[in-house]
């Protein structure tokens, strides 16, 4: 079963049904104890969660080329080993042969799916007959909640770049704790090391000694925005999993971690280990915490729709709506001026979302400056940072179609805040 891919195909069509049809988060169908990747050996535990990612990268041109071969949609099995198929073929040039018998296997298997094993064959053989079976569609379209204000705030044409981009395998970063290369990593103007293809983190060289640890390339430019000093005391606020605690600690400040979330602290807590930097770990409510005294700097990673890392969670589409946008724009503001409160004068604050939407960046950053006049937005100076990408009051605008040719970046809004 493991040599020829079948136990990780039906690992992955049962994933694909928790996250399209039950509307479960991919990390919880991957990490749930039930998993159906649990009982699976490492090699096809990591084949079946790249085949799951990759073909919601590409549900709909999947359907698109599914649909001439379909009356009616089938049952949500039969549907999502069809698109698993389609994409296997499609993106991975995978050997037609072993893709049909496979998917007509695990029809032929499936609970009350056996009756449906000929059309699966059938289906599948024409479609693997077909060459360049994505080369005239466009790319995975963003949902319309998310795409219809994108398109009306920076134009079609970017929209579709954005989606380009997502629908890549998107490349590896890794933030060093000093100077430290790679041999196969590209090192990237703001200062982190990129690897295009996938590998085992573990294995890397640097990863036992501490050396580096993973973080997009956009999310490792808020803390690199904050400017931490040695010796200042600095608050990470929403602090899990860590990347930029570990930054901060990088620098020699002192530094301290809160976060509301226990089991997510953990994880800080081993990477701090890993790296051999301090922080003092503190798991607690930040609407309802008080500091024994107050900060020289925080840094504010809000809460929000986490629709800049659509690259890396090509599940949020199909789980997210927007219904709850309006309450995570009331958190960060509720968040902002908590965190506004924990600085000594003159002090000053990074706020940032990994969000593509106005409403939780340029519009709170706008909000702020109504309701606190006395604050200012002190705009980038980093030298690795693009004119076009600092907004008009002095914010930074980071969108996954930069970078378009080396893997893009996640998607994000943050700016640095000075109070009297």
Request: hydrophobic share 45%.
């Amino acid at each position: 079963m493991a040599v020829d891919g079948t136990a990780a195909r039906r690992a992955a069509v049962t994933v694909l049904g928790a996250v399209l049809d039950e509307g479960q988060q991919l990390g919880q169908a991957l990490d749930a104890p039930n998993s159906p990747l649990a009982p699976l050996s490492p090699s096809d535990k990591a084949r079946a969660q790249r085949l799951v990612l990759t073909t919601l990268r590409h549900v709909e041109p999947a359907d698109r080329v599914l649909k001439p071969y379909l009356r009616k949609s089938p049952p949500d099995l039969v549907l999502n080993a069809l698109r698993l198929a389609v994409v296997e073929l499609a993106v991975d040039s995978a050997a037609a042969h072993g893709v049909v018998n496979a998917m007509v296997d695990l029809v032929r298997n499936g609970n009350r799916t056996g009756h449906m094993s000929g059309l699966v064959n059938a289906v599948l053989r024409k479609v693997a007959a077909t060459p360049d079976l994505f080369a005239k569609l466009p790319p995975q379209r963003l949902p319309q909640w998310l795409r219809q204000p994108l398109v009306h705030l920076w134009g079609r044409e970017t929209v579709v770049a954005i989606e380009a981009v997502q629908a890549q395998t998107p490349p590896l970063d890794l933030t060093p704790k000093t100077s430290f290369e790679i041999e196969t990593a590209t090192p990237l103007p703001t200062g982190s090391l990129r690897l295009a293809q996938s590998t085992q983190v573990s294995a890397l060289p640097g990863f036992a000694s501490g050396d580096w640890w993973v973080q997009d390339a956009a999310a490792a430019l808020a803390a690199r925005l904050l400017d931490a000093q040695p010796g200042e005391a600095v608050l990470d606020l929403c602090a899990a999993p860590g990347g930029k605690t570990l930054q901060l600690a990088a620098t020699g400040a002192i530094v301290t971690a809160l976060d509301i979330s226990g089991p997510r602290m953990a994880r800080l807590r081993e990477n701090l280990a890993r790296t051999g930097l301090t922080a003092e770990i503190i798991t607690a409510d930040a609407l309802h915490w008080q500091p024994e005294s107050l900060f020289d700097a925080v840094l504010l990673d809000a809460p929000c729709s986490a629709t800049g890392t659509i690259r890396r969670h090509p599940d949020l589409p199909f789980i997210k709506d927007g219904s709850d946008i309006p309450d995570l724009v009331a958190l960060q503001t509720a968040l902002i001026d908590r965190a506004l409160g924990f600085l000594k004068p003159g002090g000053r604050l990074v706020f940032c979302t990994c969000s593509l939407l106005p409403e939780e960046g340029e519009a709170q950053l706008d909000a702020l400056l109504t309701r606190r006049p006395g604050v200012t937005v002190e705009p980038p100076t980093l030298p690795s940072i693009r004119p076009e990408w600092i907004t008009e009051r002095g914010g930074l605008r980071l969108r996954p179609d930069y970078w378009a040719n080396i893997g893009g970046m996640d998607g994000f809004f943050m700016a640095r805040i000075r109070i009297p």
